[in-house]
């Protein structure tokens, strides 16, 4: 059986990925839209790494022209699911840099990540929370 992390890393673990997928949580982007965004990416990086986003089912493109074949790309509802990871990725990152904790707008107290469960409408701790994965 593969573990979960295991697989996560197999998918958004290497140099560009999380970066391809953050410049498109933005909304759709052409091949050279995500060049320029992206910066310093090889295009055949960047060519390698929207292949195997598809393939894993995270992105998806949309043909914009046909002759010559030029794509569109965008995420698909399993790859927008990294919104909330990348965003902790940041703030974890932020802090090791000496940066600040992300705060409430409002009371300005600093924000704590919980689980949350909508049925019971309450926060619920590690030792509560079980992780079903199938084989």
Same mark, same amino acid.
């Given at each position: 059986?593969? /573990?979960?992390? =295991?697989?996560?890393?197999?998918?958004?673990?290497?140099?560009w990925t999380l970066q391809v997928v953050d410049v498109l949580l /933005?909304?759709?982007? +052409?091949?050279g839209e995500l060049e320029s965004r992206l910066g310093t990416i090889?295009?055949?990086?960047?060519?390698?790494?929207? +292949?195997?986003?598809?393939?894993?089912?995270?992105? +998806?493109?949309?043909?914009?022209?046909?002759?010559?074949?030029?794509?569109?790309?965008?995420?698909?509802?399993?790859?927008?699911?990294?919104?909330?990871?990348?965003?902790?990725?940041?703030?974890?990152?932020?802090?090791?840099?000496?940066?600040?904790? +992300?705060?409430?707008?409002?009371?300005g107290t600093e924000l704590e990540l919980r689980w949350w469960c909508?049925?019971?409408?309450?926060?619920?701790? =590690? =030792? /509560?929370?079980?992780?079903?994965?199938?084989?």
């Amino acid at each position: 059986m593969t /573990e979960p992390l =295991d697989e996560a890393l197999r998918r958004i673990g290497d140099r560009w990925t999380l970066q391809v997928v953050d410049v498109l949580l /933005e909304g759709p982007a +052409r091949f050279g839209e995500l060049e320029s965004r992206l910066g310093t990416i090889a295009p055949n990086v960047l060519t390698k790494r929207l +292949r195997s986003l598809e393939a894993d089912g995270l992105v +998806r493109s949309t043909p914009y022209s046909t002759r010559p074949v030029r794509l569109a790309y965008e995420l698909t509802e399993a790859g927008a699911d990294l919104a909330t990871s990348l965003s902790v990725l940041r703030s974890w990152a932020s802090r090791q840099l000496g940066g600040d904790h +992300r705060h409430h707008q409002r009371c300005g107290t600093e924000l704590e990540l919980r689980w949350w469960c909508p049925t019971c409408d309450r926060s619920v701790d =590690d =030792d /509560e929370a079980t992780a079903d994965v199938e084989a």
